[in-house]
């Protein structure tokens, strides 16, 4: 009860005061008690309703409030750290910055760098975290989709935006920590795919969990319709969140660069080794 009092009380104070002790409650929210599913989604409503700041605030506050939700987003933002184990609070933090990406992606300007910055570490990152319950894991299945959604998404941004972005990807690209691809024509057939049949057709969409999950995918960079939104949440992956998944071994890069891999090559057009070296910041707007 207090949890609530407290976060509906510094939520609806004038804004020029209230944002940075709003701010920093929710953050030590999240940082204390990351195992309360309640904290937890109770403070990322808070952060949803805080985030209007992004289009009415100025440029600081826009970037003190960008930072805080990437930094939260992964245990060790920043270090790199391929070590590193995603837990369902990270997971839900992501599904948030996400969301909030695609509602005020006209408003975020310089701040595409830090949201880029930390897909890039993400990618890096294990999608079976052995710390992922069941269903944070069926959420970083969902989360992964947004590789190959932020093409896509570009779409719908107003030039001055989408170049916004494309410079934050090029200072990503040319940073001496970004890792290359590794992507080659054996590894592939490793992880099933057919070299021999690679300039046929695709096969037409199955009813498997994965070809329902990318029909889900809408106009959103998320790919999946999860909100936490207005104190509720919703799933509209009933389906599969129903069933227990099969856990992939793969990490959020790996498993894009597989896929954009085997896309490009299929036209034979492109052969993977000419993809090795691509970085990944790179390969996500293709």
Not at 184 to 204: F, I, Q
């Amino acid at each position: 009860i207090a949890f609530h009092c407290l976060l509906k009380s510094c939520l609806h104070v004038d804004e020029e005061i209230s944002f940075s002790p709003s701010l920093a409650i929710l953050q030590h929210f999240l940082k204390r008690f990351p195992g309360s599913r309640e904290i937890v989604h109770g403070t990322l409503v808070g952060y949803n309703r805080l985030a209007h700041i992004i289009q009415t605030g100025n440029a600081l506050q826009r970037k003190a409030f960008v930072s805080s939700l990437c930094k939260l987003s992964l245990p060790s933002w920043g270090k790199y750290d391929d070590a590193t184990q995603l837990q369902d609070h990270n997971m839900e933090v992501l599904v948030c910055m996400l969301q909030i990406v695609h509602k005020h992606r006209e408003n975020l300007m310089s701040e595409w760098y830090m949201i880029l910055w930390t897909l890039e570490e993400l990618s890096t990152l294990n999608i079976s975290s052995p710390k992922l319950s069941d269903e944070g894991y069926r959420t970083a299945i969902i989360v992964s989709i947004t590789y190959s959604r932020l093409a896509p998404f570009t779409t719908v941004l107003s030039l001055e935006s989408l170049s916004s972005m494309l410079d934050a990807l090029i200072e990503i690209a040319k940073s001496p920590k970004v890792r290359r691809g590794d992507i080659t024509m054996e590894h592939l057939e490793r992880t099933g795919y057919d070299v021999d049949k690679r300039d046929k057709k695709p096969a037409k969409e199955d009813g498997s969990i994965g070809g329902k999950l990318i029909s889900f995918a809408g106009k959103a960079i998320l790919g999946a319709e999860k909100s936490i939104e207005n104190g509720r949440e919703t799933n509209d992956q009933h389906t599969y969140t129903r069933m227990k998944p099969q856990r992939v071994k793969e990490t959020y890069g790996e498993k894009y660069q597989r896929e954009v891999t085997k896309s490009l090559t299929a036209s034979r057009l492109f052969r993977s080794e000419l993809l090795a070296d691509v970085p990944l910041s790179l390969l996500m707007i293709t």
